[in-house]
């Protein structure tokens, strides 16, 4: 047991390195944007496989996969009570044995798929490439739906920055990309045991997973080019995503500065307007008045923002509203929405978020948590969550050509258009003159339609997932239905700080994109601002994190950014959503068989 804990660390710090990371102490950015370090997904679990494979006892095998999901999810989600603190309004020790429970209830996953690997291997003496990758989709299948799940940290994720392997989940989710990822680290445990033990090295086994890395690298090499070509010839909306670079402790008192913060937003959202795009996008709630839920018009003087000429306007705001309790009792709650308004600011649609974030947006365990956290946060106010999935739809108004690409050298803004923000002495520029403060991506103008002329339906479908529903990968499943053609993500990433938090989030919505194969609009308060191609691939010019902790931030008087571009406008399933978790059901199916009738028979010697 004294050799196996280090080995079980070993493998859950191994396995959290390859996540995106950004650690304050070290740097402000992402460490390794490339993932390099992905590659380490592939042996990161043998050093916890054979300290598993020597367990004598069920317990041993329980805590080690405990050890190692602890060392997993304490390196990769160490921010989380950031996130609460600032968030939640929950107080730091709170917060952090609010984050020790999060860690110890998804480490509790790996110990579950450590203990039935290891019963399945005693029992039934089946080797763990056999049944472990099962078993693993297994565990994570669960994390996604229990207690209204938390599916962060899937191991398939480790792989969203290398585009060939991560291909794969238009086939089989996210879960197929982890299940490939548990069977080369089985297959390279199966080898360095068998050489540790002087036996012959299982070669046919190696020359099949070298076969099937080889299969599913053709397929995404194939299925890259093909996506790609339709990208070229499929119609594009051209959008601007507004990232307003606003400090969380501005933000967190949005009513007081609401005046501030709409400078940083009004000026950039005219400029894109007058560029001609389609659709103008702000980050989740970055409308800093809360809002009565059925509002008709925005035309409101306090927003101090005229009717735009062309672009349609997705804002993220959150409304208010009060109902009558059972008991009698007056109570208030909000949601977390966004409104998509026509140039005349008139309301088009509205969808409001559909998983809240627990202990952010809502109590988990009600009865036996909310009388303490409302002691302790007496400011929070229950959310309501969206009652649908909703395609947001509108026909881009018509227009000649689109404005030229944004050059470095726009001219300047005087500091009057964009007053200071608290703390910043100077105001700063509405538009900075510095290269990528206004970027574009944007090319010539496409003809509204579809490959090789075929018309195309005027009206664009978005698919709405603010912040939180984009770790869902089932949220994609049940959106296909609708037939949408670009999704949508507006977020606020502040919450995590300079942390790993918006990079990882960056990369699972990456995968959304690969399991829906459509473009991804992501515009960000203060986190990672995207343009996401349906491969999963970013399109050049993604705005960095901004100023979430001005006593962090390189640059306090970092000015609000703009993000143009072009998306294309794809319809059609992937085989993923029109098939769902399918793989993912099957896979769990035969963990769950191969335990049963381990549970059943008499421990076996092995052999292999």
């Known amino acids: 047991m004294k050799r196996a804990v280090p080995l079980a660390i070993v493998s859950g710090l191994l396995m959290a390195l390859t996540l995106p990371q950004a650690i304050p102490w070290i740097s402000l950015r992402e460490l390794d944007p490339a993932g390099y370090l992905e590659l380490i997904a592939w042996v990161a679990l043998a050093p916890a496989l054979f300290a598993l494979d020597r367990a004598r006892t ?312 909310g009388h303490f956290l409302r002691s302790v946060v007496p400011e929070m106010v229950p959310q309501r969550p969206g009652s649908e999935l909703k395609v947001l739809e509108f026909t881009p108004t018509a227009s000649e050509a689109v404005a030229p690409p944004v050059s470095p050298g726009l001219p300047r803004k005087s500091p009057a258009d964009v007053p200071p923000l608290p703390g910043r002495p100077d105001g700063g520029e509405g538009i900075s003159s510095e290269p990528g403060a206004l970027t574009s991506t944007a090319t010539p103008p496409i003809s509204p339609e579809g490959p090789e002329g075929l018309a195309f339906p005027p009206a664009t479908r978005l698919a709405p997932m603010i912040c939180f529903d984009a770790i869902f990968p089932e949220v994609n499943v049940a959106y296909a239905m609708q037939e949408p053609e670009i999704l949508l993500n507006p977020t606020n990433d502040a919450w995590y700080g300079y942390s790993s938090g918006p990079y990882q989030f960056l990369a699972i919505v990456r995968m959304r994109a690969i399991e829906a194969g459509k473009a991804v609009v992501r515009p960000a308060y203060a986190g990672v601002t995207a343009l996401i191609d349906p491969t999963g691939e970013l399109q050049p010019g993604a705005l960095p994190v901004g100023p979430v902790d001005l006593d962090l931030a390189p640059d306090p008087e970092e000015p609000p950014r703009l993000l143009v571009g072009q998306v294309a406008r794809l319809r059609g399933r992937t085989l993923y959503t029109t098939f769902g978790d399918l793989f993912a059901g099957v896979a769990s199916a035969y963990g769950a068989i191969a335990l049963a009738f381990a549970l059943r028979g008499r421990r076996v010697r092995e052999k292999e």
């Open 58 to 369: 069920w317990r041993v095998a329980l805590a080690l996969g405990l050890l190692a999901g602890l060392a997993y999810f304490y390196g990769a989600i160490w921010w989380v009570n950031h996130a609460m603190t600032s968030f939640g309004g929950v107080p730091f020790p709170i917060a952090l044995l609010g984050l020790t429970f999060l860690v110890l209830y998804m480490a509790a996953h790996w110990a579950a798929a450590f203990l039935a690997s290891w019963t399945i291997r005693q029992r039934l003496g089946w080797p763990f490439w056999m049944h472990l990758p099962a078993v693993w989709v297994a565990s994570e299948l669960s994390r996604n739906y229990l207690f209204t799940g938390f599916p962060w940290g899937n191991l398939g994720y480790v792989q969203a920055r290398h585009p060939a392997v991560a291909q794969l989940a238009s086939l089989t989710g996210v879960y197929g990309v982890a299940a490939l990822v548990v069977l080369v680290n089985c297959v390279v445990h199966a080898s360095l045991r068998a050489r540790a033990d002087r036996e012959p090295l299982p070669w046919r086994l190696v020359a099949a997973t070298a076969g099937l890395l080889a299969l599913v690298a053709g397929y995404g090499e194939a299925h890259l080019s093909a996506v790609r070509a339709r990208i070229a010839a499929a119609p594009k909306l051209t959008v601007a995503l507004v990232q307003g670079n606003v400090n969380q402790s501005v933000k967190n008192q949005a009513s007081s500065y609401a005046a501030d913060i709409l400078r940083r937003y009004v000026p950039l959202t005219l400029e894109a307007d007058r560029r001609g795009v389609d659709l103008i996008a702000w980050p989740e709630a970055a409308y800093p008045y809360l809002l009565p839920p059925n509002l008709a018009s925005f035309d409101d003087r306090r927003i101090g923002l005229p009717r735009l000429t062309r672009a349609h306007l997705l804002l993220g705001a959150g409304t208010y509203s009060q109902r009558i309790a059972a008991d009698g009792r007056t109570e208030a709650e909000g949601a977390n929405s966004v409104f998509l308004l026509r140039p005349d600011l008139t309301v088009l649609d509205r969808y409001a978020k559909h998983h809240l974030v627990p202990f952010g947006e809502y109590v988990p365990l009600q009865p036996f948590l």
